[in-house]
């Protein structure tokens, strides 16, 4: 089932979760068919063509689909596989619950403060400068008025750092599709290569964001790819160079 | 604007020393006053202030003048009718504020209700960087930084200005986060979707039936 | 018009819409308007709109308000009651507070730790546009702008002043950071770890990845 299928207006939603909790919501969508991949590209080339596309935002969605992907694998995956997993189900799902119920509240109450701002339109206020005279008697700062400890605790409090981020729970993998595509495009300067050679020894994440990356360079035009049976090997080829070969062919 | 002008109206007796003077003061500061700087201003106390603010806001109603006396930010400010909004665009060049993005509106809702906020946790909340919005909302004065958090993060909070713009007195007047809460019905029938998408493997498990081997 | 011998008066009629939207005006603007923009902003002519002021005069009056109308060589404009002079004073010539905004002090200790530092430096410290902050303390008198780097970008240091109102002799006289520093132990430089601090911040901080770890 494609994104297109469903007939999803992404001009209301302000954010993946939002997405995310319509496609959810909807009764008629059976999440097991629906094509995330399918979800993912027509969610960034809404984003795009609003002008927001940045690689940033871009991978963040990935990571939430990921949430929902990783409920969807367990469709897929034998119970051996299912072991190696390495969050509870339960809590993945819980966790994504909580994020989309949180995005939900704070976007009903900023519908709520784009509707006072509205009905306070039109309403200004003076800004004009205190009458000279009583500028005038504004009073010189006293001498040793300002405590200098604020100073040295201000630049303490800029010497933390940011702590190391523990991904464990969400399985989050820095992966980012730009780095996926160069490396890409790095194997497709041969003209083919497969895909299981270009995701060795790569975790689940890394295999995800780089399928993304393999249909962005679909979508652009610079690879073709085919799998001749369910689960097999993607072969994956240059399209310059498929082009050529049918050229010589 | 009235609904029923009286035919021969009397006109109204001059308002008391206070009160002239309050609106003078009000007139004159770009801030909203509260009683207190009001009654030391006038070297009276707050109960009376409050009692002559009663009186002027009688004599700044709609309908009555074209400058209205709002209890905003904290404190008291006059405003301009809204009637006057259409000449004051033809006369000044500065627009009033303009309106939120959707992505401006939610970091605000945030930053509103979770006051001091950092922007990974908005970003978190949002599940989209936060960035720019927090950048815009700095320039238009509605948020302010307020410390770093533990970890050095800059955390935000709303200020005065986002209080007068949006017509609120403080922040207790926004209702209470939980009002957007889903009910305990919608909130299972989202959990049992989300279950069903993760426990239907290889489609055979109904609910209730044996885990498979 | 009758007198009221009602204790009570009786409300005037409400003055008509555009004296209103003339009041309006003349309350946002901060500088005087004369009659050819006013009846510009309000779509008609002078004389109606200088009819409109007399009337707006009235209920601007001495003893009736406590913002007079005035007619000024530029034109229109309101102005608060002497009477209000006193209150005035106490009111706004209490001594500022000298107080630091979270993100004033910041940028200033960033400055007297590190002088002579950049502006660009100072933002990728802290994370956010320094600009302003920058701009205040300079106003303030806090800090001075002292040549240029190499890279042809303004530098800053803290200014006699600075010193008179933290109370100190010389510079040698700030706090030590070792008792807020969060990694004492680091050898490496101070602007060398604050611009490291500030990069992880920054840019290392994944998205959706929340503070707390």
Redesign the interface.
Known sequence: MSLAAIELDLDVF????DLL?AL??REEID??ELELADVVLSYLDHLEARGEL?L??A???I??LAA?LE??S??M?S?DEEQMLDIE?EQ??EE??A????????????????E????????????????AH?RR???E???????????????????????????RH?G?V?VTISERIAHLRGLLARGRFSFDEAVRDADRMTVAVTVFALLELYKRGEADWEQNEAFGDISITAREAQGAERIAG | MSEAPDPAPAPAEDPPELELILEALLFISSDPLNLQELAEATETDAMTVAGALQELAKRHGTGRSGIHLRHLAGGYTFASDPIAEEASRRLFSRPRAAALSPAQAETLAIVAYLQPVSRPEITRIRGVNADSAVATLLDRGLIDQTGRSQFGAALYRTSGLFLKLFGLTSLEDLPKIAKWDPTPEEQSQLRERLLRAGDARAGVNPPGAEEEG
């Open positions: 302000s954010g993946p979760f909790l959810v919501l999440l097991l940045d940033e935002t991978t963040e969605f990571v939430l929902l409920l969807k367990r469709l995956l119970s189900p993945a799902l994504l619950l994020r989309m119920l949180d995005a939900r509240r704070y976007r009903g109450a900023a519908e709520h403060l784009i006072l701002l509205s009905g306070e339109q039109g309403v200004r206020f003076r800004c004009a400068p205190l009458p009583l008697t504004e009073l700062p006293q001498e040793g008025s300002l405590d200098p400890t604020i100073l040295a605790r201000s630049v303490g409090q800029l010497l933390r750092m940011p702590p190391v981020i523990n991904l969400i989050v820095r």
